[in-house]
Each structure stands twice: as structure tokens, then as C-alpha cells.
């Protein structure tokens, strides 16, 4: 990897050219912003923020004094053009979110595509992202991960979102606030395996920063530890899915769906195409899944056992 010092490329790198610089600040610990980004910060005639309280704070540490405008989710539309035309007029400008990197589950991406449409330079000043901070300490050795940032709100969807995200053969990393993370830790031990593997990053880089690295089936425990455990910042990753274990869930799901609509045998010959397995073997497989549920469903119906009669405990 080539490393480049500014005096390598000449005087012109000490200029700070117009353009729109993406610039990512830290995720809780002040002193993690970087050289560049603040050179940057110090320098640039605008800065765009999320939240203009928030990156004051930034600004005040730096010594940083340029106009702020605010540019979040509700006005990014009209900004993205007043910042174009800023730019035309041949002003630097950055753009920050409240932490972390800017586009990065914040707002940040309409702005940018403005930028671009307009034709005018883009410059991003790489930096802290909660995502890459765990991913870093996570110890997982799949080196592909999807970033699915914050799960849907609703239970159910949350739910079927999880059974999908179950079945990725990459890590899969997660955004959670701590209003919905005992649902979340719930939901996740119910879709994954109980051995699979689950690293929580809490209040990354700041004062009661704590990392836990469990099986799936034990974080709804280690959150009910402590009520600290449950406070803070959250983001989440679990491993891949094992390559035989994905393959059988997804033939799973398919054959439920499948036999709700078709007859077990032409619903087994519908997902052997689908999944390149052996007919027969589904057809098994889609009869055992059947009798699980006939059995599930004729527990539910059972009247509980009266107290005190032969067989009750
Ligand atoms: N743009 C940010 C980034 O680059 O990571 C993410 C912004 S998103 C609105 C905020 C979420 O990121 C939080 O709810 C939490 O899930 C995660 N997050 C941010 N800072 C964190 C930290 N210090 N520790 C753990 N998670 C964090």
C-alpha cells in the first residue's frame, strides 16, 4: 500500500480546491477525528451538517469558524441545490452528519448525486463509521459483510427481515438503538442457530465502550444481566451462515411456501429446480416439515393438564 505525504504532491496539495468534501468525523470520542478532516474543516467556506448544534461542538474543539448550514433528511433536497450553486460560484464546502460518515444510515447521499449531476467534484475524507469500527474488532474470519444498518421498525417485518438476513453467506452487521434492542436481541436468537456466533459494539470509542463477542442464543441473557448492558449506542454483527445450513433454511422456507399453495410432491419438484436438490430427498424432507407443524399446531390445541390430575406436575 502506497502512503502519500501532501509535500509528495507538490504545492498544489496545500490548496484546497472547490468542490464538496464528504468529510466523516468520530463516532463518540472527539480526539478520533483525523488530521485531514480537520485541515479540511478548518479551511472549507461551508459546512453542511445534520444537526448545526451538534457539529458546533466540532467545530468550537477545532477552532473551526465557517458558515453553517443545516442539511439533514427533511431539507436535503432544496440544500443539495443551494450547495451546487455555491459551488459554482467556486466555494468549498463539507459535508458532516452528526457521527461518523455521512451517507452511512444519515442522510448525505442526495446532496452527493446533486454534486455529481452537476459535474462538480465530490472529495471524500475517509474516516470513522461505526460499521468498519466493529467490523475491525469482530475477530470474524468471513471477510465479506452486508451492511443492513437499522432493521424495520415493525415486529413482523423486523422478524421477516431476519429470517432473510439468517441465510447470508456474508457477516451480516446491524444498527440498533437501545428503545428496541431487547426486541431485536430477541428476534435474533429466535432466526439464527443457537451457536451462531453474534459481536455487540456498545458506546464504540467512548467512555463505557464494551464489546461482546456470544452465541446467538445468549445475548437476550446478557442484556437482562445489567441494565447497563442495554444502554448506549448499538451496532451488531453475526457471523455467515455456514454454507449447508443456508442451503437447507433456504429449501425450508421455499417447500413451506411452496406446499401452502401446491401438492408436497409437485412442491418438492418446484424447489429440487430452484435449488438444485434432489426431488426425493425434498419430498422427504417437505413431509417431515409437515408432521412438525401437525404436531406444533395439536400442542397448541391441547386444554393445559389440570392441576392435580394424574400426569400434571
Ligand atoms: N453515520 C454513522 C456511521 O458512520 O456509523 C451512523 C449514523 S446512524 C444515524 C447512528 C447509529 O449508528 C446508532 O444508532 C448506532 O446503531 C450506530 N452507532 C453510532 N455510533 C456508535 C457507537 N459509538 N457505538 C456503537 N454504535 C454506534
Known amino acids: 500500500m502506497d502512503l502519500e505525504h501532501p509535500e509528495q504532491r507538490g504545492p498544489e496539495a496545500e490548496r484546497l480546491e472547490p468542490g464538496l468534501y464528504v468529510v466523516a468525523t468520530p463516532i463518540g470520542r472527539l480526539s478520533d477525528l483525523g488530521l485531514r478532516a480537520t485541515d479540511v474543516l478548518?479551511?472549507?467556506d461551508v459546512v453542511a451538517a445534520e444537526d448545526t448544534r451538534t457539529s458546533r461542538v466540532?467545530?468550537?474543539?477545532?477552532?473551526?469558524?465557517?458558515?453553517?448550514?443545516?442539511?439533514?433528511e427533511h431539507n436535503e433536497a432544496r440544500t443539495a441545490q443551494s450547495i451546487v450553486e455555491r459551488l459554482r460560484a467556486g466555494q468549498r464546502v463539507a459535508l458532516i452528519s452528526d457521527a461518523g460518515t455521512p451517507g452511512i444510515s444519515d442522510p448525505g447521499a442526495r446532496v452527493v448525486a446533486a454534486v455529481h449531476d452537476a459535474g462538480l467534484p465530490v472529495i471524500p475524507v475517509p474516516g470513522p463509521a461505526a460499521v468498519t469500527t466493529?467490523?475491525?474488532?469482530?475477530?470474524?474470519?468471513?471477510?465479506?459483510?452486508?451492511?443492513?444498518?437499522?432493521?424495520?421498525?415493525?415486529?413482523?417485518?423486523?422478524?421477516?427481515?431476519?429470517?432473510?438476513?439468517?441465510?447470508?453467506?456474508?457477516v451480516v452487521v446491524l444498527y440498533e438503538s437501545p428503545h428496541r434492542i431487547v426486541e431485536t436481541a430477541d428476534d435474533?436468537?429466535?432466526?439464527?442457530?443457537?451457536?451462531?456466533?453474534?459481536?455487540?459494539?456498545?458506546?464504540?470509542?467512548?467512555?463505557?465502550?464494551?464489546?461482546?463477542?456470544?452465541?446467538?442464543?445468549?445475548?437476550?441473557?446478557?442484556?437482562?444481566?445489567?441494565?447497563?448492558?442495554?444502554?448506549?449506542?448499538?451496532?451488531?454483527?453475526?457471523?455467515?451462515?455456514?454454507?449447508e445450513v443456508s442451503?437447507?433454511?433456504?429449501?425450508?422456507?421455499?417447500?413451506?411456501?411452496?406446499?401452502?399453495?401446491?401438492?408436497?410432491?409437485?412442491?418438492?419438484?418446484i424447489a429440487a429446480r430452484a435449488t438444485g436438490l434432489r426431488a426425493n430427498d425434498l419430498y422427504r424432507r417437505a413431509l417431515a416439515l409437515r408432521a412438525g407443524r401437525e404436531e406444533e399446531a395439536d400442542e397448541a390445541d391441547r386444554p393445559p393438564p389440570v392441576s392435580g390430575a394424574p400426569g400434571s406436575a
Do not use: N
Open 247 to 269: 442451503e437447507v433454511q433456504l429449501a425450508d422456507t421455499l417447500l413451506d411456501a411452496l406446499c401452502a399453495e401446491l401438492p408436497v410432491r409437485q412442491a418438492a419438484r
Open 42 to 44: 478548518r479551511r472549507v
Open 188 to 243: 435474533l436468537a429466535a432466526a439464527l442457530e443457537p451457536g451462531r456466533r453474534v459481536v455487540v459494539g456498545r458506546e464504540l470509542t467512548k467512555r463505557f465502550e464494551q464489546l461482546h463477542r456470544c452465541a446467538a442464543a445468549e445475548l437476550p441473557a446478557w442484556l437482562a444481566a445489567d441494565p447497563d448492558h442495554r444502554r448506549g449506542e448499538f451496532v451488531l454483527a453475526f457471523d455467515a451462515a455456514a454454507a
Open 134 to 170: 466493529l467490523l475491525s474488532v469482530a475477530g470474524f474470519t468471513e471477510p465479506r459483510f452486508r451492511f443492513e444498518g437499522f432493521l424495520p421498525a415493525r415486529p413482523k417485518a423486523r422478524r421477516d427481515r431476519l429470517a432473510q438476513l439468517a441465510r447470508s453467506d456474508a
Open 58 to 72: 466540532l467545530l468550537d474543539h477545532i477552532g473551526a469558524r465557517p458558515t453553517l448550514v443545516a442539511s439533514h
